[in-house]
């Protein structure tokens, strides 16, 4: 290649450190689609797959991965798919539909999609590496460019090459990575581009192909090819070129430019209202406007440059006419809403009630997986409603419903203010006196609080309210609105204000809204009741009157979390999910996943907690909600700070803490951001900062910004922040706090770190009987209570009391605990419980040498998998009924075997049925 000698030695050296991203950026006709085919013939014995985005194809989901990877996924046997998520993979690529989930993905579950897709990149390359080209990613649809920041984010664990190219500006998680290379490609210099000139012209003419082109390689060759009757501009070059057509040729060509590049020479035959395409389709072959392509019957413009030329000389008046024939062939065919919407808009009369329907169904259709292209579908389906005048079929009550839609759509696809302008927009058509005012005025104020538009929020509750004085749900709307600032008192008024009503899914949330607020403050026993009757009311309901009112679910599992009942907070928070999935309701799919990241983390099971946690981050990036993307980082650095990943934790406490700063108060847990980032501060030896930040984001020691029933937590990080100062007055004075609060919480957890902290003081105080006592307190509340990992650092606290004087008992609770600690994945502890033992001269390895624990030693998530397996499910099947991935089953699977001692999922089943014999 002329000129791209550096170019091409980045490709070389990115074909040698696997897996990378390699983003080539350029102005069109730059080189960017020649170093693509470079690369591919560098790419000797790897598995080379390509593909390119389509301009007019831009809202069909994954086109470009379909275009690359279909052919070859249809031609690999079951063994090769064997242990990937195709549940997810089917609802991608057409070679694999018939493996679709029955229950299709939420929008903002569409990680869920990225994680199946990089899983399948690295199983293709597990035998010789894979490179993957995708060009014209500019033209690409939102669904692909998500994807293609997943793999940015996450690249494939495997010898996986992806080169994207695209033209300028590219989205913005292609300006960093660890495994991206950005390769931005400018003009050819003046010595190169006379090399690529030639000598075929005089001097004269090869100075103006130089000066006109700018050195940019395809204006070259596209000057060149004009000859002596050089052109004044690359624009006039093509129009010349189309100028030495026929009639017919011409109008085919102009017929492909509508049908799409690449086109089917029927398709374009049909646009230009042709009756045969293949002669003139050899004319324009001939002339080298269009080629061949490696697919049968389909071919391709010489450039996506004449391609657009095409298009836009062809007059407009056609060129409407050509869409319509087009959608009238597609639809021939039996093409689906998605394929025809392109040309539909294009060429459909406004009022077109027909046309208006498919573009609707073309949005359903594909809001799941890319509701950005979604929303561009009710956008236009809106543009052909305002002729309503021509059709009363599609008036006002059709516009409103496209606008909730589209809504959904924009809010799905992080575009909050779109989303709240098609609500605002939908509330001015809605009657004044209609029920679905209060809906619409409900959704809205919630979109207004995730923007951090609280006081917009509520001044539109509160305007409603008056109108709809007797509405249950602007009262409980007003009740989850004072939780923002945690006006916990307000909250559980006006929730008491909504318990009764003629909606009884209404007064189930208002119930465990209640149970919520009076958990969060602390208020156990009310709480408990409230629990109980928000239990009561939910399981008497039918499914469809619960999923009108998911919130309840979310709600009961935050406040029986706060409760310490972490079964049946994973449990509701499951439910909450699978009713969200079965009616397609994605609102609260973050709220929902992250109720379990505590429960889990209590349980000592960490690895499950890191993947909820994950799960939720990854949607809250997606719905682009600043609110629950604070909340979810947070709780997501925990769970990795837990699990010894103190670099992956810090870098999410510090995109939480950066995104609470920017947005203002946050639902309930405004302290968490500053306070969690403290805590990896601490770990990293940095206490006084720890402190210094805890402090401000707390509210001081008195923790004004923190709910009750997390004082407890609070103090009991203050009491080790102040031992690790050697301040023993401090650490004195929050356990004393500590030692109060919990009688009157009657919390657990409260009572748990209540001892914890005074034995963690005793012991700095040298007194090893007292500490050893009041872990052995701390032991006798948490084990019970189901707090697993509180039960292991108390263990970890006596095995430090008895060092001195009972050294074989402090091995022996250290062991256990490292042991346990090891199995859930919580390796921070475990860390510090073998240092521990090393320092009491005990060899970790030895203790690491174990027997087999057989079905006893399975973590709950473990024994959870254990049955699914006996149950003849497969590890995707596994994967959809416990919300994991694919990978994660596959690691317990893995843990699974080493505890039972057992090499095939046939004895792990064996093993299970004799357990239940």
């Known amino acids: 290649m002329v000129g791209r000698a550096r170019e091409l030695a980045r490709l070389k050296d990115a074909l040698g450190r696997l897996p990378a991203v390699v983003a080539l950026t350029g102005e069109p006709g730059i080189g960017k689609s020649r170093l693509l085919g470079a690369l591919r013939d560098e790419a000797a014995g790897a598995l080379v797959l390509s593909g390119r985005a389509a301009e007019f194809e831009r809202e069909l989901p994954y086109g470009p991965l379909v275009d690359a990877l279909d052919a070859h996924l249809a031609s690999l046997d079951d063994t090769k798919l064997r242990g990937l998520d195709t549940e997810q993979l089917g609802g991608i690529f057409p070679a694999l539909a018939d493996r679709a989930g029955a229950t299709p993905t939420l929008a903002v579950e569409r990680y869920r999609s990225h994680r199946a897709v990089i899983e399948l990149l690295a199983r293709l390359a597990a035998t010789k590496p894979l490179v993957l080209t995708l060009d014209d990613m ?520 950066a995104r609470a700063t920017e947005t203002g108060r946050l639902l309930l847990w405004e302290s968490e951001p500053g306070w969690a980032f403290g805590t990896v501060l601490a770990e990293e030896g940095d206490v006084v900062a720890s402190r210094a930040i805890q402090l401000r984001w707390c509210g001081g020691f008195e923790l004004r910004h923190v709910m009750p029933a997390e004082h407890s937590i609070a103090w009991d990080i203050f009491v080790d922040n102040a031992l690790a100062l050697d301040d023993l007055e401090e650490a004195e004075a929050m356990a004393a706090r500590l030692d109060a609060h919990a009688p009157e919480i009657r919390r657990p957890l409260a009572q748990v770190l209540g001892h914890r902290s005074r034995g963690a003081v005793r012991l700095a105080r040298e007194d090893a009987d007292g500490a050893a006592a009041s872990a052995r307190a701390a032991i006798a509340v948490a084990e019970p209570a189901g707090l697993v990992l509180e039960a292991l650092r108390a263990r970890m606290l006596l095995a430090a009391a008895l060092a001195d004087t009972d050294r074989a008992t402090a091995v022996r609770e250290l062991r256990a605990a490292e042991q346990a600690l090891d199995a859930g994945g919580a390796h921070l502890l475990r860390d510090r419980a073998r240092r521990e033992l090393r320092r009491l001269g005990h060899r970790v390895d030895a203790a690491r040498r174990r027997e087999p624990a057989g079905l006893e030693g399975l973590s709950a998530r473990e024994h959870e998998v254990v049955a699914l397996v006996a149950a003849g499910h497969s590890n995707p099947a596994i994967a959809a009924e416990l919300f994991l991935s694919v990978k994660t089953v596959e690691t317990h699977l893995r843990n699974v075997f080493g505890k039972l001692g057992v090499t095939s999922r046939a004895e792990v089943a064996a093993a299970f049925a004799r357990a239940q014999a």
Not at 340 to 368: C, K, N, T, W, Y
Not at 642 to 647: I, L, V
Request: net charge negative; with cysteine.
């Open 138 to 657: 500019h033209h690409a649809d939102p669904a692909s460019l998500e994807l293609l920041l997943a793999l940015v984010r996450r690249p494939p664990a495997g010898r996986v090459l992806v080169a994207v190219a695209m033209r300028p500006p590219a989205p913005d998680g292609l300006r960093d990575g660890d495994a991206l290379i950005r390769i931005d490609l400018g003009p050819l210099d003046p010595d190169e581009a006379l090399e690529l000139i030639g000598t075929a012209l005089p001097a004269a003419q090869r100075d103006a192909v130089l000066r006109e082109s700018g050195g940019n390689p395809f204006y070259i060759e596209q000057l060149v090819r004009a000859g002596a009757t050089l052109p004044g501009s690359v624009a006039e070059a093509i129009a010349g070129e189309l100028r030495t057509l026929d009639a017919v040729p011409r109008r085919l060509l102009e017929g492909a430019a509508v049908a799409g590049d690449p086109f089917e020479p029927e398709l374009a035959a049909a646009a230009a209202d042709l009756e045969e395409p293949l002669a003139p389709l050899d004319a324009l072959l001939a002339s080298g406007l269009v080629r061949a392509t490696d697919v049968p019957r389909q071919f391709a413009f010489r450039h996506p440059l004449v391609h657009r030329a095409v298009y836009e000389g062809a007059p407009g008046g056609w060129r409407l006419a050509a869409h319509g024939r087009v959608a009238q062939a597609l639809a021939g065919r039996g093409a689906p809403p998605p394929v025809l919407a392109h040309h539909v808009e294009f060429s459909a009369p406004p009022g077109d009630a027909q046309a208006i329907a498919l573009l609707r169904a073309a949005g359903d259709m594909i809001r799941p997986r890319t509701p950005a292209s979604a929303a561009r579908w009710y956008e236009a389906a809106l543009r052909l409603a305002s002729g309503a005048e021509l059709d009363p079929a599609v008036g006002g009550e059709t516009r409103r419903a496209i606008l909730k839609d589209l809504a959904q759509a924009e809010a799905a696809a992080g575009r909050l203010e779109r989303s709240r302008r098609a609500l605002l927009e939908a509330l001015v058509l809605v009657d004044p006196a209609s029920p679905e005012l209060v809906t619409l005025v409900t959704r809205c104020a919630a979109v207004e609080h995730w923007l951090g538009r609280h006081e917009d929020a509520r001044r539109r509750l509160q305007a409603a309210l008056a109108q709809h004085g007797e509405s249950q749900a602007l009262r409980l709307a007003l009740a989850f609105d004072a939780l923002y600032g945690l006006d916990l008192a307000t909250s559980a008024e006006r929730a008491r204000s909504a318990l009764d009503g003629p909606d009884r899914g209404a007064s189930a949330s208002a119930e465990a809204l209640l149970a919520l607020v009076l958990a969060a403050s602390g208020q156990r026993a009310a709480a408990e009741q409230a629990v109980e009757a928000a239990t009561g009311t939910l399981d008497e309901l039918d499914d469809r009157t619960v999923a009108a009112h998911l919130e309840a679910f979310w709600y009961l599992a935050w406040a029986e979390s706060f409760l310490d009942r972490f079964d049946a907070s994973i449990e509701h928070g499951r439910r909450g999910l699978e009713l969200s999935r079965a009616t397609g309701q994605d609102w609260l799919l973050v709220p929902l996943t992250l109720a379990s990241v505590f429960p889990y983390e209590m349980q000592g099971r960490v690895d499950d907690a890191c993947e909820a946690g994950a799960a939720a981050v990854d949607a809250a990036r997606l719905a682009g909600n600043p609110h629950y993307l604070a909340w979810a980082l947070w709780e997501y650095g925990l769970a990795l700070w837990y699990h010894g990943d103190t670099s992956g934790a810090r870098a999410a406490f510090e995109e939480s803490h």
